[in-house]
């Protein structure tokens, strides 16, 4: 699955390329390293994806355009250990996790 603007696409493999199960222009993704996957949008934009630290997300890292044109997201992790409170009840601490979006370069 890919998520681009608000809008969630199925890829399905075909080679060494993801491409959309149904039309989607020219889009397709391919992963170029164990941690990095880029997705050209047929329009001249390439956006680059990373597996974030301690999961399995793979985040928009930047956004690559004609004549070298580079949009880079910078995001903070932060992963707390959460004791939630049910009225009278104390349930079992888990780990949960925040990302934020914190610079665009």
Not at 41 to 51: A, E, Q, R, S
Not at 61 to 77: L, V, W
Request: neutral net charge; proline residues 7%.
């Amino acid at each position: 699955m890919l998520t681009l603007f608000g809008r969630t696409t199925e890829l399905v493999q075909r080679g060494d390329d993801w491409v959309p199960r149904s039309s989607a222009g020219g889009l397709v993704a391919r992963r170029y390293t164990i941690t990095n996957w880029k997705v050209h949008d047929g329009n001249g934009l390439t956006y680059v994806f990373n597996i974030q630290p301690a999961s399995d997300l793979r985040l928009l890292s930047r956004i690559e355009g004609p004549r070298q044109a580079t949009m880079i997201f910078d995001y903070d992790f932060q992963f707390p250990t959460v004791h939630p409170q049910s009225g009278t009840h104390t349930l079992p601490p888990y780990n949960g996790s925040a990302i934020d979006l914190v610079r665009v370069q």
